[in-house]
């Protein structure tokens, strides 16, 4: 039986890709007796997805980049790099991961509302595909790395396109609130005005309007947005060469199967990019990795709490993971499945899932169905492939958590946990000198 893309029942145990959790955590425990969560990712589910989605807009000749943020483990980008993605970074630690990971010039995007001078610098002497710039002023800092390195760097405006999406205000970022992108106008003003900045090449829009949409209508708003300006600048005497449409493809948190209609977007972006015969780019992330890991996540306790005037008990169960390690429930309200690894026979009841940070944001779920389930159990958090680990931190002096991946069946630690000497590895005593 198959719950999610990557996680299977197999002999009544939960498995991700073939290797079932119950063993895959016991290995774990062998290297790292203490631990009390961990990260399994199918690699080659991943790999799958970025040949799926190349075969839905390659043929469109769409230069698709990875989005690192959503997860940028090593292992992972080797693999959408097998499958002939670029990437898409958003700091100078992930064009640094990106390039480690063989990502050449041509296949780096960089994008940031916060340009540095080390971005600048390493787009100027180290080479990218393209910048998207967040802001106009930015483009003289580009000039100047750019002059220094003897470079010509391409640059696309992102532009607020003032496009509403659904979902969580946290992921909209197109709408006229939205700290990201230029005005319509500034970006018209600087296209047109662009022989300012000799040293870049400033002829491309870039618009993301959002993450976890389910429908395209917005992005193709953006399409029509895009295709808008680019003949307005054209009109001006400034033609466009290069439009970037973003990531945002959204996935299915709840098992209902309502995914983000891939291969019929691509279908109707072929009549829309039609029209606008530029070189095309998009930034992917979430839809790349979601489904493809799992937090598996020991239950370290199962309380029961009567309140005054309530009849029957509250059951938490406590899990070895917490918000610190999966912040999206308590950052976005996300909801993730949660899922016992070997299910035990029993009734399912009600049950709210927290972990061990002392915060009450610390929650999973609330309220939710499970089958009986004591201490040392297993569960696994379904779908938590994106924005799960690389969102993760040392609060309440939490080591983040081994990776593991799994591919041929075989199951690899990629990452070890943060052990204590980890955590106190920062902690110096340099006196500095204040003149
Ligand atoms: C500029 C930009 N591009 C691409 C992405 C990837 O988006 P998603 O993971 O929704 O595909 C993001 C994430 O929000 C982003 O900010």
Request: hydrophobic share 45%; charged share 25%; with cysteine.
């Amino acid at each position: 039986m198959s719950l999610a893309d990557g996680v299977s029942v197999q002999d009544g145990v939960l498995a991700v890709g073939g290797v079932p959790l119950d063993r895959a955590f016991a290995a774990l425990r062998r290297l790292e007796p203490g631990a009390g969560a961990c990260w399994i990712y199918d690699l080659d589910l991943i790999e799958a997805r970025a040949r799926r989605f190349q075969a839905a807009f390659g043929p469109l000749g769409v230069h698709a980049g990875y989005a690192l943020k959503a997860n940028a483990l090593p292992a992972i980008l080797r693999r959408v790099r097998t499958a002939g993605l670029a990437a898409e970074a958003g700091s100078l630690g992930e064009l640094r991961a990106a390039e480690r990971e063989g990502f050449a010039a041509a296949e780096r995007i960089l994008n940031g509302n916060g340009r540095t001078a080390e971005e600048a610098e390493f787009a100027a002497r180290e080479g990218v595909h393209s910048v998207n710039a967040d802001h106009i002023g930015e483009l003289d800092l580009l000039e100047a790395h750019a002059a220094r390195a003897g470079s010509r760097v391409r640059v696309a405006l992102r532009v607020n396109p003032g496009i509403a999406t659904g979902g969580h205000d946290y992921v909209a970022t197109g709408h006229e609130q939205a700290k990201f992108g230029v005005a319509a106008a500034e970006a018209l003003e600087a296209w047109a005005a662009r022989a300012r900045w000799p040293h870049l090449k400033v002829d491309g829009i870039h618009l993301h309007v959002g993450s976890q949409l389910l429908e395209a209508t917005p992005l193709e708003q953006a399409v029509e947005t895009a295709r808008q300006l680019a003949a307005e600048s054209a009109g001006r005497g400034a033609p466009l060469g290069l439009v970037n449409l973003g990531g945002g493809f959204g996935v299915d948190y709840t098992g209902a199967g309502r995914e983000f209609p891939l291969e019929a977007h691509a279908a109707r972006l072929k009549g829309l990019l039609g029209a606008l015969p530029l070189d095309r780019v998009m930034e992917p992330g979430r839809w790349m990795v979601a489904h493809a890991g799992v937090l598996l996540a020991q239950v370290l306790w199962v309380k029961r709490r009567r309140g005054a005037g309530e009849g029957s008990a509250r059951r938490f169960i406590v899990l070895g993971a917490g918000m610190n390690d999966l912040i999206r429930p308590a950052l976005y309200h996300a909801h993730h499945r949660i899922v016992p690894v070997r299910p035990r026979a029993g009734a399912h009841e009600p049950a709210t899932v927290v972990g061990p940070v002392c915060e009450s944001a610390d929650v999973f779920e609330r309220d939710v169905a499970l089958p009986p389930l004591e201490r040392g159990d297993l569960v696994a958090l379904l779908d938590a492939g994106a924005y799960g680990a690389v969102m993760s931190s040392n609060y309440n002096g939490r080591g983040r958590l081994a990776e593991l991946t799994v591919s041929g069946g075989r199951l690899t630690r990629v990452r070890a946990a943060e052990d204590a000497a980890a955590l106190a590895a920062r902690a110096t005593e340099d006196t500095l000198d204040v003149g």
